[in-house]
């Protein structure tokens, strides 16, 4: 996404990039389903939650987050309101939440194709007025989301914004409740899963690598690898306590060597004590804020379960004005997606 301004008195989105002029596109992205848990029952809705929470602090400078203490980077949600499509019976909330970093420049380069290197300058945002950082947009029905996300924010932002929104700001749930945006193992998919037989998983292994002295006749640095990166921590995270990896590697032949692919492979002769459901929500809950990191499959007596059966997602063609997309497309075609999902026995609303 391109960095736009907006107007930090009304919170009014000015589309158009500073000197440049707005511009309109259709633009391909993709839609994904995600499934919200309370940690302890709450009686109601995310979507009522929220709407709670959003009318309690309606205005945007009441609602922002600065998640690491800076006092320069900052989250809220912007738009929410009440959408409908003309040919189903469900609404949705739908909302954008922006990010943006106080007082940061723009920067620009001249286009010269001439020229033998670009010359690079910065523009300021203009008083009360701010770049956008990232944007993402959602839209939920009862506990059940459609959501687009982007390079600057991702689904695991959005759970960390609206945890401290209805518990630290709004104070709309308790703070030792939390909700988590899971993915699901599909309804149809659930109900015909036998007993697990194995899993199978495939990851980049990124690493620190800690070089030792020289040993031995022929001088062999021995180094120490200690395995690091979202991927590595979310295989941990879903295996559990009960398996024991390793907490280095010593591979004198890959010095030279940034990144391993890493696959684990567990079998077992009889079903998990935990159940099949549960292990396969594990799954979900664990690996929910991991996209193209990991790769895994489910081998079980009925038939196999890959990452695409638990990451429902679905290319959507919209319609953007001046860096935004036009919600009286974007938010129909999510209520399309989620009653498709419906209506394919995928999920159950």
Known sequence: ??????????????????????????????????????????????????????????????????????????????????????????????????????????????????????????????????????????????????????????????????????????????????????????????????????IKLSAPLQFDAQVGALTGLRKVQRARLVPTGRAWEAVKAMLGAGFDLPTYLNAEEILNSRSLQVEIELKWKRAPDEGTTDLLTRIAHNLRNVNDEVDYSIDTRTGRLSREDFKLHTPVSVPWIGGRPRFDVLFPKMIEYLVSLVETDRVRL
């Open 1 to 198: 996404m391109g960095r736009h301004a907006f107007d930090k008195n009304t919170c009014s989105f000015d589309g158009t990039p500073t000197l440049l002029m707005a511009s309109t596109d259709t633009r391909t992205k993709q839609i994904f389903y995600k499934r919200a848990v309370f940690s302890q029952p709450t009686g109601r809705t995310l979507e009522d939650i929220l709407r709670t929470a959003l009318s309690s602090k309606s205005r945007w400078g009441e609602r922002q987050e600065n998640p690491t203490g800076d006092g320069r980077t900052f989250c809220f949600i912007n738009h929410s309101g009440r959408h409908q499509h003309p040919s189903h019976r469900i609404s949705l909330l739908g909302g954008e939440l922006f990010s943006y970093v106080k007082g940061s420049d723009q920067s620009i380069f001249n286009a010269d194709p001439t020229a033998t290197e670009v010359n690079v300058s910065a523009i300021p945002p203009g008083e009360d007025r701010e770049f956008l950082e990232g944007a993402l947009y959602f839209g939920i029905s009862r506990d059940h989301l459609a959501v687009m996300q982007s390079a600057s924010l991702r689904f695991g932002h959005l759970e960390r914004h609206l945890n401290w929104l209805l518990t630290r700001c709004a104070k709309v749930i308790v703070e030792e409740n939390g909700v988590t945006l899971m993915d699901v193992v599909p309804e149809s998919t659930r109900g015909a899963v036998g007993d697990v037989k194995g």
